[in-house]
Each structure stands twice: as C-alpha cells, then as structure tokens.
Nanobody, 120 residues
Framework: QVQLVESGGGLVQAGGSLRLSCAAT????????IGWYRQVPGRQRELVAT???????IDLHSAKGRFTISRDNAKNTVYLQMNNLKPEDTAVYYC??????????????WGPGTQVTVAT
C-alpha cells in the first residue's frame, strides 16, 4: 500500500503562487505514476499534472504555462508549483498514485486533499 499526504494549500490572491507537496510513504517503489487532480463541488475530478519515469506532464490545458510538476525521488515527494493563480483554480487538489505490484496488479491511491482558494 501507499499513503499520500498533501500540504501547501491555502488562500491566495489572484496572480499569486502556491506550491503543493505530496509526500508518499509505504510501497513507493511500486509507484508507476504520481500526480495531481482537482475537484470543485458538483463537478468531476479533473487531471492536472502527472509524473512518471518517462517525464512530467501538465495535462490540464488551462494550467499549461502556469503550473509545473516536479518530483524528488529521494524524498518520495511530488510538487505542484502553481503560478499566476486565477479564481477558477479554486478547488480541492488531490494527490494520486498508481502502482503495480510484482504480480502485475494495479492499484490507485488518493490523498485526503488540500484546499486551494484564489481570491479576486
């Protein structure tokens, strides 16, 4: 199993920046992909950014050029640097990890989420 804990959310003015962190513990060697989703009440959770051994991707079109995902493997931590934040970025941000064990079984893990609020 893998445990994920996010931190770094909060209230920021439009145009400001935040850096989210997601610390992974447990069977971190089984992680194939780790990244960030976000969700606004009443809407589906949407993929923001992904990190795999092949590289990093900003998946959310509106985040391209403003958000950056990075990963510190020594600390088992993935970061989401968010710049030029907009009120529409307000959401709960969730860390997500996908793993595969030695028998090829796949699992998905979620952190509890961290609230990001961007004020006008």
């Amino acid at each position: 199993q893998v445990q994920l804990v996010e931190s770094g959310g909060g209230l920021v003015q439009a145009g400001g920046s935040l850096r989210l962190s997601c610390a992974a513990t447990g069977n971190t060697r089984e992680i194939n992909a780790i990244g960030w989703y976000r969700q606004v009440p009443g809407r589906q959770r949407e993929l923001v950014a992904t990190s795999t051994n092949a590289g990093h991707t900003i998946d959310l079109h509106s985040a391209k050029g403003r958000f950056t995902i990075s990963r510190d493997n020594a600390k088992n931590t993935v970061y989401l640097q968010m710049n030029n934040l907009k009120p529409e970025d307000t959401a709960v941000y969730y860390c997500n990890a996908e793993t595969m064990d030695w028998e090829g079984r796949e699992y998905v893990y979620w952190g509890p989420g961290t609230q990001v609020t961007v004020a006008t």
